[in-house]
Protein backbone atom coordinates (compact mmCIF):
# COMPACT_ATOMS: atom_id res chain seq x y z
CA UNK A 1 0.00 0.00 0.00
CA UNK A 2 1.25 3.71 -1.08
CA UNK A 3 2.47 5.52 2.31
CA UNK A 4 0.44 8.63 2.66
CA UNK A 5 2.58 11.20 4.77
CA UNK A 6 1.83 13.70 7.20
CA UNK A 7 4.06 16.74 6.04
CA UNK A 8 4.06 19.98 8.43
CA UNK A 9 5.38 22.83 9.97
CA UNK A 10 5.67 24.61 12.99
CA UNK A 11 6.22 28.23 12.80
CA UNK A 12 7.59 28.63 16.89
CA UNK A 13 7.26 32.32 17.79
CA UNK A 14 7.72 33.74 14.25
CA UNK A 15 5.68 35.46 11.59
CA UNK A 16 3.41 38.88 12.01
CA UNK A 17 0.21 38.62 10.52
CA UNK A 18 1.18 40.21 7.58
CA UNK A 19 4.15 37.73 6.88
CA UNK A 20 1.20 34.07 7.95
CA UNK A 21 -1.15 35.76 4.91
CA UNK A 22 1.36 35.48 2.53
CA UNK A 23 2.23 32.07 3.20
CA UNK A 24 -1.18 31.20 3.47
CA UNK A 25 -2.08 32.45 0.42
CA UNK A 26 0.99 30.88 -1.79
CA UNK A 27 0.44 27.10 -0.35
CA UNK A 28 -3.31 27.26 -0.61
CA UNK A 29 -2.70 28.25 -4.31
CA UNK A 30 -0.92 25.02 -4.76
CA UNK A 31 -2.24 21.70 -6.16
CA UNK A 32 -0.55 20.23 -2.94
CA UNK A 33 -3.02 21.78 -0.20
CA UNK A 34 -5.56 19.11 -1.54
CA UNK A 35 -3.52 16.13 -3.41
CA UNK A 36 -4.19 13.52 -1.29
CA UNK A 37 -0.89 11.85 -1.59
CA UNK A 38 0.42 13.93 1.62
CA UNK A 39 -1.33 14.59 4.57
CA UNK A 40 -0.61 18.41 5.21
CA UNK A 41 -0.69 20.84 8.53
CA UNK A 42 0.32 24.02 9.71
CA UNK A 43 1.10 25.43 13.37
CA UNK A 44 1.33 28.55 13.30
CA UNK A 45 1.36 30.89 16.36
CA UNK A 46 -1.80 31.40 18.56
CA UNK A 47 -1.59 35.21 16.90
CA UNK A 48 -2.54 34.01 13.80
CA UNK A 49 -4.64 30.97 14.63
CA UNK A 50 -7.78 32.04 13.12
CA UNK A 51 -6.66 33.73 10.73
CA UNK A 52 -4.45 30.92 9.31
CA UNK A 53 -7.21 28.84 9.51
CA UNK A 54 -9.44 30.65 7.76
CA UNK A 55 -7.34 31.09 4.53
CA UNK A 56 -6.90 27.63 4.84
CA UNK A 57 -10.40 26.39 4.99
CA UNK A 58 -10.85 25.42 1.81
CA UNK A 59 -7.76 23.24 1.53
CA UNK A 60 -7.42 19.72 2.67
CA UNK A 61 -4.81 21.51 5.02
CA UNK A 62 -4.64 21.07 9.03
CA UNK A 63 -4.42 23.93 11.12
CA UNK A 64 -3.17 23.61 14.76
CA UNK A 65 -2.24 24.91 17.71
CA UNK A 66 1.60 24.71 19.10
CA UNK A 67 -0.05 24.36 22.68
CA UNK A 68 -2.66 23.56 25.17
CA UNK A 69 -3.74 23.89 28.68
CA UNK A 70 -5.69 20.47 30.05
CA UNK A 71 -8.84 22.51 31.46
CA UNK A 72 -11.62 23.64 29.83
CA UNK A 73 -11.58 27.47 31.32
CA UNK A 74 -10.59 29.11 34.14
CA UNK A 75 -8.00 31.35 35.88
CA UNK A 76 -4.53 30.20 33.95
CA UNK A 77 -3.07 33.37 32.83
CA UNK A 78 -1.73 32.99 29.02
CA UNK A 79 -2.74 29.80 28.71
CA UNK A 80 -5.39 28.44 25.92
CA UNK A 81 -7.85 25.88 26.36
CA UNK A 82 -8.82 23.14 23.93
CA UNK A 83 -12.11 24.88 23.65
CA UNK A 84 -10.87 27.91 22.69
CA UNK A 85 -8.46 25.97 20.06
CA UNK A 86 -11.52 24.47 18.33
CA UNK A 87 -13.47 28.08 18.30
CA UNK A 88 -10.22 29.36 16.20
CA UNK A 89 -10.54 26.45 14.10
CA UNK A 90 -7.74 24.64 15.13
CA UNK A 91 -7.99 20.92 14.78
CA UNK A 92 -4.35 19.79 15.76
CA UNK A 93 -2.63 20.82 18.89
CA UNK A 94 1.26 19.59 19.85
CA UNK A 95 2.04 18.87 22.77
CA UNK A 96 5.65 18.34 24.54
CA UNK A 97 7.77 20.08 22.39
CA UNK A 98 11.14 20.23 23.88
CA UNK A 99 11.59 23.42 24.19
CA UNK A 100 8.02 23.38 26.22
CA UNK A 101 9.95 20.65 28.26
CA UNK A 102 13.57 22.61 28.80
CA UNK A 103 11.96 26.00 29.37
CA UNK A 104 8.54 26.34 30.60
CA UNK A 105 8.47 22.84 32.90
CA UNK A 106 6.09 20.36 30.62
CA UNK A 107 6.54 16.88 32.25
CA UNK A 108 5.49 13.60 31.09
CA UNK A 109 2.41 14.48 33.62
CA UNK A 110 1.28 17.49 31.85
CA UNK A 111 2.24 16.26 28.45
CA UNK A 112 -0.44 13.02 29.36
CA UNK A 113 -3.04 15.44 30.82
CA UNK A 114 -3.05 17.92 27.59
CA UNK A 115 -3.34 14.74 25.59
CA UNK A 116 -6.21 13.53 27.05
CA UNK A 117 -7.89 16.75 26.83
CA UNK A 118 -6.80 17.23 23.57
CA UNK A 119 -8.38 13.89 22.39
CA UNK A 120 -11.54 15.00 24.52
CA UNK A 121 -12.49 17.51 22.54
CA UNK A 122 -12.09 15.45 19.19
CA UNK A 123 -8.65 17.29 18.30
CA UNK A 124 -5.75 15.80 16.75
CA UNK A 125 -2.60 15.37 19.09
CA UNK A 126 0.51 15.56 17.66
CA UNK A 127 2.81 14.72 21.11
CA UNK A 128 6.45 15.08 20.89
CA UNK A 129 9.16 12.75 22.66
CA UNK A 130 12.35 12.65 22.05
CA UNK A 131 16.26 11.74 24.13
CA UNK A 132 18.67 14.37 24.87
CA UNK A 133 21.97 14.44 24.05
CA UNK A 134 23.20 13.06 27.64
CA UNK A 135 20.51 10.20 27.05
CA UNK A 136 21.78 9.54 23.87
CA UNK A 137 25.44 9.79 24.74
CA UNK A 138 25.02 7.25 27.36
CA UNK A 139 22.67 4.33 25.13
CA UNK A 140 19.38 5.48 26.84
CA UNK A 141 17.48 7.04 24.32
CA UNK A 142 14.75 3.77 24.43
CA UNK A 143 14.20 4.35 28.13
CA UNK A 144 13.75 7.68 27.68
CA UNK A 145 10.95 6.82 24.45
CA UNK A 146 9.47 4.47 26.97
CA UNK A 147 9.16 6.63 29.72
CA UNK A 148 7.59 9.22 27.19
CA UNK A 149 5.64 7.27 25.34
CA UNK A 150 3.91 5.69 28.16
CA UNK A 151 3.14 8.93 29.72
CA UNK A 152 1.47 10.35 26.52
CA UNK A 153 -0.89 7.58 26.25
CA UNK A 154 -1.77 6.78 29.76
CA UNK A 155 -4.96 8.87 30.51
CA UNK A 156 -6.12 8.93 27.04
CA UNK A 157 -9.62 7.05 26.87
CA UNK A 158 -8.80 4.90 23.46
CA UNK A 159 -12.63 3.00 23.81
CA UNK A 160 -13.80 6.36 21.59
CA UNK A 161 -11.92 7.54 18.29
CA UNK A 162 -8.49 8.69 19.66
CA UNK A 163 -6.75 10.70 17.17
CA UNK A 164 -3.04 10.48 18.78
CA UNK A 165 -0.07 10.95 16.47
CA UNK A 166 4.08 10.92 17.94
CA UNK A 167 6.51 12.69 16.78
CA UNK A 168 9.73 11.65 17.42
CA UNK A 169 12.28 14.56 18.06
CA UNK A 170 15.38 13.96 19.21
CA UNK A 171 16.77 16.94 21.59
CA UNK A 172 20.28 16.91 19.98
CA UNK A 173 19.29 17.18 16.48
CA UNK A 174 16.51 20.26 16.99
CA UNK A 175 17.15 23.94 16.26
CA UNK A 176 19.63 25.77 14.67
CA UNK A 177 22.89 23.79 14.92
CA UNK A 178 21.28 20.12 15.34
CA UNK A 179 22.10 17.26 13.99
CA UNK A 180 19.76 15.49 12.00
CA UNK A 181 19.09 11.84 12.95
CA UNK A 182 20.26 9.11 10.35
CA UNK A 183 17.74 7.71 8.44
CA UNK A 184 18.16 4.20 9.85
CA UNK A 185 18.33 5.33 13.71
CA UNK A 186 15.31 7.02 13.08
CA UNK A 187 13.51 4.08 11.10
CA UNK A 188 14.36 2.10 14.33
CA UNK A 189 13.76 4.27 17.01
CA UNK A 190 9.97 4.78 15.36
CA UNK A 191 9.74 1.06 15.29
CA UNK A 192 10.44 1.19 18.79
CA UNK A 193 7.93 3.46 19.46
CA UNK A 194 5.25 1.44 17.28
CA UNK A 195 6.02 -1.57 19.04
CA UNK A 196 5.16 -0.17 22.51
CA UNK A 197 2.10 1.74 21.31
CA UNK A 198 1.03 -2.25 19.82
CA UNK A 199 2.07 -3.21 22.69
CA UNK A 200 -0.15 -1.31 25.42
CA UNK A 201 -2.77 0.02 22.85
CA UNK A 202 -3.10 -3.50 20.61
CA UNK A 203 -2.31 -1.22 17.42
CA UNK A 204 0.61 1.03 16.44
CA UNK A 205 0.26 4.75 16.96
CA UNK A 206 1.60 6.59 13.94
CA UNK A 207 4.95 8.25 14.36
CA UNK A 208 6.69 11.36 12.30
CA UNK A 209 10.44 12.16 12.37
CA UNK A 210 10.86 15.77 13.01
CA UNK A 211 14.89 17.29 13.64
CA UNK A 212 16.97 19.00 10.96
CA UNK A 213 14.42 18.07 8.42
CA UNK A 214 15.88 19.60 5.41
CA UNK A 215 15.63 19.23 1.29
CA UNK A 216 19.08 16.93 1.45
CA UNK A 217 17.25 14.25 3.99
CA UNK A 218 13.30 14.58 3.75
CA UNK A 219 13.27 12.17 1.07
CA UNK A 220 15.50 9.32 2.81
CA UNK A 221 13.89 9.58 5.68
CA UNK A 222 10.16 9.61 5.13
CA UNK A 223 11.31 6.72 2.93
CA UNK A 224 11.78 4.61 5.83
CA UNK A 225 9.90 1.99 6.53
CA UNK A 226 8.79 3.06 9.97
CA UNK A 227 8.22 6.82 9.30
CA UNK A 228 5.17 7.98 8.71
CA UNK A 229 5.49 11.72 7.71
CA UNK A 230 7.88 14.85 8.85
CA UNK A 231 7.56 17.53 10.98
CA UNK A 232 9.79 20.27 9.44
CA UNK A 233 11.07 23.53 10.99
CA UNK A 234 12.76 26.27 9.67
CA UNK A 235 13.45 24.83 6.09
CA UNK A 236 9.65 25.21 5.78
CA UNK A 237 9.21 28.52 7.23
CA UNK A 238 9.09 29.52 3.53
CA UNK A 239 5.97 28.17 1.79
CA UNK A 240 8.24 27.60 -1.09
CA UNK A 241 10.94 25.80 0.84
CA UNK A 242 7.61 23.83 2.45
CA UNK A 243 6.28 23.03 -0.73
CA UNK A 244 9.59 22.11 -2.72
CA UNK A 245 9.75 19.43 0.50
CA UNK A 246 5.92 18.09 0.32
CA UNK A 247 6.44 18.07 -3.51
CA UNK A 248 9.80 15.71 -3.12
CA UNK A 249 8.51 13.69 -0.41
CA UNK A 250 4.54 12.41 -1.74
CA UNK A 251 6.34 12.52 -5.28
CA UNK A 252 8.98 9.55 -4.01
CA UNK A 253 6.25 8.12 -2.20
CA UNK A 254 3.68 7.62 -4.77
Known amino acids: MTKRPWIGTSWKMNKTIAEADAFCETVARSPWASDDRAQLFVIPPFTVLHRVAQALDKTDIIVGAQNVHWKDAGAWTGEVSPVQVKDCGGRLVEIGHSERREHFGETDETVSLKTEA ?26 ALRRQTEALISRVEWSQ ?26 NEQHARIKELTR ?15 NPGNCVELANQEHIDGLFIGRSAWNAEGYLSIVSDVASSLS
Not at 118 to 128: D, F, I, N, Q, Y
Not at 161 to 175: C, M, N, T
Request: charged share 20%; net charge negative.
Open 118 to 143: AVRHGLVALVCIGDTREEYDAGRTAE
Open 161 to 186: PAKVIIAYEPVWSIGEGGTPAEPSFA
Open 199 to 213: EKLGFALPVLYGGSV
